[in-house]
Every structure is written in structure tokens, then in C-alpha cells.
């Protein structure tokens, strides 16, 4: 069965950052600190979804999905990373994936998806490799308690992100502006991504996947510095991270100038065999180079094509562009593929643009030439867009931050009626 689904994460909508026992993250400290998110803005209460979620259930079933991505915040199961587990941060996972299952809803739960327990940040984060190992004991804790109703896991979000953002430029948590030296961060969440793998199954986990953020990279001109530059950042963006899961095998790095720790057999538990990849589409990126500022590559601008309110360019041929590029790089050893995310930030109830968006992209992605299994929409809900606070809105519904009113959008009901035709069709 094809999955229809919509996604979320933790931090973004959960709020109740000191409830039931939920230790800090890395998301707790950074949003507290003045200057780093949007006008100040915290995950505090974000959308409540913590004590609202059977309304927002409720608003799935509505919809007519039949899967949810949603991720679990490991500082609630274990409060410092590693050590006790809190059976009451469990708990909420526990109500979420019963109410889902009780609507026909497939629970998708991400295990990490940006929000570290402060605790192991305190000890270096994703630049440890340490942080691995307790990734592996956190995914077990979880898995014991909900392989039963959980079919398909997924590892990480989007560890290039991640790494970026968070410990190349410092623009998310946990802050760490250390360029390319980050480097290690890749290494340290893919592997954890692999033993955490081992960890699942051996819980009865049924399938296994990672979420990548992938983007087709443009070169913006035949130059030969452009093209040099458009490869190298197509190694950072794309390979760096599917190459060692699909293949075993990093790409080269050298144009980084940082050395990746890897020890002997961490490749081999990096690619464990995947039941799907998940792939994050936003749009795609227009590469020179190389930067003036010591950078192998530039960004430039993709001029001619509409833009999202957050700026970013919409180009939904992008998607299928992308996944048949991946088929054509990986052949047979690209797993099926689930669009885990893709999106938009609009403002207002009426918002056809976010309808032409994803109807652009639905339709894009189904002329690709792989083997799709699944699309969720980002987002549910209108949240706590990161660096953005509440300003960015990718919600199908939208929420009153004030109030908590949720009220669905032009998309919601427009989706609604586009996910009812599917049902008939098949
Ligand atoms: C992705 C993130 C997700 C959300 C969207 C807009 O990179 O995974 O949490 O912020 O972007």
C-alpha cells in the first residue's frame, strides 16, 4: 500500500519541555539563547501537541491519511541521553501510536530528528563517537516498547542538515560554527544510524529506514569552475550521506581538507541492508564557484521561477529530477524510495499556492522512474520552523499560537478530497 501521510517533529510541535520527566536538548539551551531563533521564539509550548494530539489525530483521520512521520524525542525517554529511561516520556509515545493505530493510521516515528539530550551535547554531541553507541541503546529502549504496533522506522533526519546548520555554520542547535572540521558529524550520525539499524531489528523492528535531505545541484554555467564546484557540492549535499549507507563507500572528500574518523568495520555497519530510503525535497541548488571566502563552491540564485514565502524557489520537476538521479547513480541498490518530506511555507487559510506546490511535486514525483512507496507532506501543522520560530508556516492546518486553534487550510481540504480519489482509484 502506497503511504499518503503528513510530518512532524518533536520539537517543533510537542511543547511541555519540562514535563513528566523530559530532560533538555540541545534545542531547549540554543532557543534560550538570545539572538539565535527569530525574535526569541522557544519550543516551549510550540503547538501543544503534547497534550493535544488526539485533537490532531483526529485531524489526520480527517484527512484521510494513512501514515504519519512524527518523531520521538530521545531527552524524553532518557532524560540525559544515556542511563535510566523514563517510562513516562515512553508514556506519550505510547497513547500517540495507540490513537493513530486505532484510526488506520501506519505511526512512522523518526528517532532523531535535531533535539539531543543537552546532557550528551555537554559531552560533544555528534562529535563523538560515543554518541553513536547511545543512539543504538536509546533506539532499543524505544523499540521494545513500541515494535508491536510500529512497522517502519527511521532513523535519522536529515544528518547533512544537521551538521550543517548545527556544528558547520551554527545556525541551529547546538551553535558550533566549526566549517568543515564538522566533518566528523556525518561520520558519527551514520553510524549510529547503522548500529541503531542492528538495534531495531533486533527489537522486531519489520523496516528500517534513513531520511536524507537530497537536491538536484545545478551548475550555474558550463565553466569548468562552475561544473568543479557543482560536483563538489553535490558530494557534500547528496553523496556524503547515501553513498556510505547504499554502497559502504565515501565519496571523496578530499576538497574538504577534514579527515572522516572511520575505524575498521564501521562501514560495514553503516550499510546495513535498508527497507526504504527517505528522501526530504525542498528544491533544488544553484552552484558557482568556488566562493570567496575559502569555500570550494557559492551559492547563487535561481531566478524565474515562483518562491515560497521562506524565499525558497519552487520547482517541483526538481523532485523528479532528483529521484531519477539517484536511480540512475545507485541502480539496484537504491531500496524503495519514500518522500518523507516536501513542502511549503505560506501565509493564510487560502492557500492555493501551497495546492499548486503540491500538486506540482505529486505529479512530478510520479513521472520518476523508481520505485516509490510513500509521500508525506510537510507539515501537519503550522510550527516551530527552527531558526524561523513561528514565522515560517508549512502547515496544512494552521494554528493560532495564541488560542491553539487549529483551523484547516484550503490544502487540508483540497488534500482531502485528492487522497478520497486515491482510495477509489485503487
Ligand atoms: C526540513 C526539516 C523540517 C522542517 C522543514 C521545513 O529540513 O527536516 O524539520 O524544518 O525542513
Same mark, same amino acid.
Given at each position: 500500500?502506497?503511504?499518503?501521510?503528513?510530518?512532524?517533529?518533536?520539537?517543533?510541535?510537542?511543547?511541555?519541555?519540562?514535563?513528566?520527566?523530559?530532560?533538555?536538548?540541545?534545542?531547549?539551551?540554543?532557543?534560550?539563547?538570545?539572538?539565535?531563533?527569530?525574535?526569541?521564539?522557544?519550543?516551549?509550548?510550540?503547538?501543544?501537541?503534547?497534550?493535544?494530539?488526539?485533537?490532531?489525530?483526529?485531524?489526520?483521520?480527517?484527512?484521510?491519511?494513512?501514515?504519519?512521520?512524527?518523531?520521538?524525542?530521545?531527552?524524553? $525517554?532518557? @532524560?540525559?541521553?544515556?542511563? +535510566?529511561?523514563?517510562? #513516562?516520556?515512553?508514556?506519550? %509515545? &505510547?497513547? *500517540?501510536?495507540?490513537? !493513530?493505530?486505532?484510526?488506520?493510521?501506519?505511526?512512522?516515528?523518526?528517532?532523531?530528528?535535531?533535539?539531543?539530550?543537552?546532557?550528551?551535547?555537554?559531552?560533544?554531541?555528534?562529535?563523538?563517537?560515543?554518541?553513536?553507541?547511545?543512539?543504538?541503546?536509546?533506539?532499543?529502549?524505544?523499540?521494545?516498547?513500541?515494535?508491536?504496533?510500529?512497522?517502519?522506522?527511521?532513523?535519522?533526519?536529515?544528518?547533512?542538515?544537521?551538521?550543517?546548520?548545527?556544528?558547520?555554520?551554527?545556525?541551529?542547535?547546538?551553535?558550533?560554527?566549526?566549517?568543515?572540521?564538522?566533518?566528523?558529524?556525518?561520520?558519527?550520525?551514520?553510524?549510529?544510524?547503522?548500529?541503531?539499524?542492528?538495534?531495531?531489528?533486533?527489537?522486531?523492528?519489520?523496516?528500517?529506514?534513513?531520511?536524507?535531505?537530497?537536491?538536484? $545541484?545545478? @551548475?550555474?554555467?558550463?565553466? +569548468?569552475?562552475?561544473? #568543479?564546484?557543482?560536483?563538489? %557540492? &553535490?558530494? *557534500?549535499?547528496?553523496? !556524503?550521506?547515501?553513498?556510505?549507507?547504499?554502497?559502504?563507500?565515501?565519496?571523496?572528500?578530499?576538497?574538504?581538507?577534514?579527515?572522516?574518523?572511520?575505524?575498521?568495520?564501521?562501514?560495514?555497519?553503516?550499510?546495513?541492508?535498508?527497507?526504504?530510503?527517505?528522501?526530504?525535497?525542498?528544491?533544488?541548488?544553484?552552484?558557482?564557484?568556488?566562493?570567496?571566502?575559502?569555500?570550494?563552491?557559492?551559492?547563487?540564485?535561481?531566478?524565474?521561477?515562483?518562491?515560497?514565502?521562506?524565499?525558497?524557489?519552487?520547482?517541483?520537476?526538481?523532485?523528479?529530477?532528483?529521484?531519477?538521479?539517484?536511480?540512475?547513480?545507485?541502480?539496484?541498490?537504491?531500496?524503495?524510495?519514500?518522500?518523507?518530506?516536501?513542502?511549503?511555507?505560506?501565509?493564510?487559510?487560502?492557500?492555493?499556492?501551497?495546492?499548486?506546490?503540491?500538486?506540482?511535486?505529486?505529479?512530478?514525483?510520479?513521472? #520518476?522512474?523508481?520505485?516509490?512507496?510513500?509521500?508525506?507532506?510537510?507539515? !501537519?501543522?503550522?510550527?516551530?520552523?527552527?531558526?524561523?520560530?513561528?514565522?515560517?508556516?508549512?502547515?496544512?492546518?494552521?494554528?493560532?499560537?495564541?488560542?491553539?486553534?487549529?483551523?484547516?487550510?484550503?490544502?487540508?481540504?483540497?488534500?482531502?478530497?485528492?487522497?478520497?480519489?486515491?482510495?477509489?482509484?485503487?
Amino acid at each position: 500500500m502506497f503511504l499518503w501521510g503528513t510530518a512532524t517533529a518533536s520539537y517543533q510541535i510537542e511543547g511541555a519541555v519540562t514535563e513528566d520527566g523530559r530532560g533538555p536538548s540541545v534545542w531547549d539551551t540554543f532557543s534560550r539563547t538570545p539572538g539565535r531563533v527569530r525574535d526569541g521564539h522557544t519550543g516551549d509550548v510550540a503547538c501543544d501537541h503534547y497534550h493535544r494530539y488526539s485533537e490532531d489525530v483526529a485531524l489526520m483521520a480527517g484527512l484521510g491519511v494513512n501514515a504519519y512521520r512524527f518523531s520521538i524525542a530521545w531527552p524524553r $525517554v532518557m @532524560p540525559t541521553g544515556a542511563g +535510566p529511561v523514563n517510562q #513516562a516520556g515512553l508514556d506519550f %509515545y &505510547d497513547r *500517540l501510536v495507540d490513537a !493513530l493505530c486505532e484510526r488506520g493510521i501506519a505511526p512512522v516515528p523518526t528517532l532523531f530528528h535535531w533535539d539531543l539530550p543537552q546532557a550528551l551535547e555537554d559531552e560533544g554531541g555528534w562529535l563523538s563517537r560515543d554518541t553513536s553507541r547511545r543512539f543504538a541503546d536509546y533506539a532499543a529502549v524505544v523499540a521494545e516498547r513500541l515494535a508491536d504496533r510500529v512497522r517502519m522506522w527511521i532513523t535519522l533526519n536529515e544528518p547533512f542538515v544537521h551538521m550543517v546548520e548545527g556544528y558547520g555554520l551554527g545556525i541551529h542547535a547546538p551553535g558550533r560554527a566549526l566549517m568543515f572540521d564538522a566533518l566528523p558529524v556525518a561520520h558519527h550520525q551514520i553510524l549510529g544510524h547503522g548500529l541503531a539499524t542492528q538495534a531495531l531489528r533486533a527489537a522486531g523492528a519489520e523496516q528500517v529506514l534513513i531520511t536524507n535531505n537530497c537536491t538536484p $545541484v545545478w @551548475p550555474a554555467s558550463d565553466s +569548468p569552475e562552475d561544473l #568543479a564546484a557543482a560536483e563538489t %557540492y &553535490d558530494i *557534500l549535499h547528496n553523496r !556524503l550521506f547515501n553513498d556510505p549507507v547504499l554502497t559502504g563507500a565515501y565519496p571523496d572528500l578530499s576538497a574538504f581538507g577534514a579527515e572522516i574518523p572511520v575505524k575498521s568495520g564501521d562501514l560495514e555497519t553503516i550499510a546495513q541492508p535498508l527497507d526504504g530510503l527517505g528522501i526530504n525535497y525542498y528544491n533544488p541548488t544553484r552552484i558557482g564557484g568556488p566562493g570567496g571566502d575559502g569555500l570550494p563552491f557559492r551559492f547563487e540564485e535561481i531566478s524565474g521561477v515562483p518562491t515560497t514565502a521562506f524565499g525558497w524557489p519552487v520547482v517541483p520537476d526538481g523532485l523528479r529530477e532528483l529521484l531519477d538521479s539517484l536511480k540512475a547513480r545507485y541502480g539496484d541498490a537504491l531500496p524503495p524510495v519514500y518522500i518523507t518530506e516536501n513542502g511549503c511555507s505560506y501565509d493564510g487559510l487560502d492557500d492555493q499556492e501551497r495546492i499548486a506546490y503540491l500538486d506540482g511535486h505529486i505529479r512530478a514525483m510520479r513521472q #520518476a522512474d523508481v520505485d516509490l512507496r510513500g509521500y508525506f507532506v510537510w507539515s !501537519l501543522l503550522d510550527n516551530f520552523e527552527w531558526a524561523e520560530g513561528y514565522h515560517q508556516r508549512f502547515g496544512l492546518v494552521h494554528v493560532d499560537f495564541e488560542t491553539q486553534r487549529r483551523t484547516p487550510k484550503a490544502s487540508y481540504h483540497w488534500l482531502r478530497k485528492f487522497l478520497e480519489a486515491q482510495s477509489t482509484d485503487t
